[in-house]
């Protein structure tokens, strides 16, 4: 007998032609993208626009779609009605110390919650999380009462000081360490004779650097945009942006123009922050997402 030899069934393809990438983008991922980029920067250019015009032109049909030189007239009326200026310095004071102080005092929370060992920590860690369902409203007359015993009505450490730890950052913290930093490295670095601060400072803060970024950038915006308590413990005459932005356009017919103006003043720094670090930022985050 002879046996009859049959050609081997060719593989099936996935039709994808030879050469190409995997996971391109195509024109419609593009074209959302596009859409998506322009309907966020849209709320900015309106108010630069509005900004730039009188209330009459903004209450016009059709209404103004660019942007004139009167813009500078409305800053300068915005900052004239209230201190922007050392609004804005003020913000950039509370809101970065707020944020250096709640990423390093989370960090190291989260460090001790994550891998430490001590009696009480699961019941702490419970207290903690019980925190965030206090109604922030709650607290704010005993926190008033405090800050005028200390005589810190009306200055910067009353915002600064009640806000450097969240239990949010505390949380969040633990969880990414949990995950993300290994037991070897710590019994490495004690086997070396490292002290508990020294592993945190060499070990712990690289690893948590992407966590570290995230938080960063949360704790920031939430400070810059911090009104509820700003407004009570500062005044008028030492406000933050937030608290400066209230007072303007004040009268029978608000001011809108002035309004948008100095919205868009008091926006500049937090775009300028994340133009700047950005690249770091969304670079921490995706060292993070990978792993080995």
Known sequence: MTAVLTPPTPARTSGRRPGT???????????????????????LYWSLVAGSHTNAEI??????????????ENVSAAMDQAPLGLAIVN???????ITVGTVLFCTLAGFAFAKLRFRGSGGLLALV??????????AVIPLFMMIAELKWVDSL???VLPTLVSA????????????????????AGRVDGASTHRIFFSIVVPVARPAMAVLAMLTFLTAWNEFFW??????????????AIANL???????????????LLGTLPVLLVFALLGKQIVGGIMAGAVKG
């Not at 356009?249 to 103006?261: E, K, L, W």
């Open 91 to 97: 913000s950039v004071v509370v809101a970065g110390s």
């Open 249 to 263: 356009g004040s009268g029978y017919v608000p001011q809108r123009a002035v309004i948008m103006a100095g919205t």
């Open 59 to 72: 209450a016009a049909t059709p209404p103004p779609f660019l942007p004139n030189a009167t813009f500078f």
């Open 21 to 43: 990438k995997a996971g391109r983008a195509g024109p419609v991922a593009y074209t959302l993208l596009v859409l998506a980029g322009l309907l966020s920067v849209f709320p």
């Open 157 to 159: 450490q009353a915002v």
């Open 230 to 243: 700003p407004i009570i413990a500062l005044t008028a005459a030492n406000p933050t942006v937030q608290v």
């Open 129 to 138: 999380v019980g925190t965030m369902m206090v109604p922030t409203q709650l």
């Open 168 to 187: 949010f950052g505390v949380f969040f913290m633990r969880q990414y360490l949990v995950t993300a930093l290994p037991d070897e490295l710590l019994e």
